[in-house]
Nanobody, 124 residues
């Protein structure tokens, strides 16, 4: 079992930056691919970014490519999402997810564990 706890959300002006963190429990973190997803009320949860277990491969939604960066520190059992040049349309609840596989994917149904989410609000 893996428990995930997100932090770092908040209110920021358009053009600003935030860094989200996701701390994972358990000793198998380095064998899990990780992902970030986001969701707004009335919409489906959508893929934002993913990273393979070793951190060698990263994946991004087109909407965030070039602005967001996913990374991980396996020694700290933590995955990060650096968000730059934020836009009002990035406003959402952001979720961290873990997949019992070394390979990252974009589909949320492939992820096995989820955090509770952290709210990001970007004002115009």
């Amino acid at each position: 079992q893996v428990q995930l706890v997100e932090s770092g959300g908040g209110l920021v002006q358009a053009g600003g930056s935030l860094r989200l963190s996701c701390a994972a429990s358990g000793r198998a973190f380095s064998s899990y691919a990780m992902g970030w997803f986001r969701q707004t009320p009335g919409k489906e949860r959508e893929f934002v970014a993913g990273i393979s277990a070793a951190g060698l491969n990263t994946y991004y939604a087109d909407s965030v490519k070039g602005r967001f960066t996913i990374s991980r520190d396996n020694a700290k059992n933590t995955v990060y999402l650096q968000m730059n040049s934020l836009k009002p349309e990035d406003t959402a609840n952001y979720y961290c997810a873990a997949r019992r596989s070394r390979l990252g994917v974009r589909s949320m149904v492939e992820y096995d564990y989820w955090g509770q989410g952290t709210q990001v609000t970007v004002s115009s």
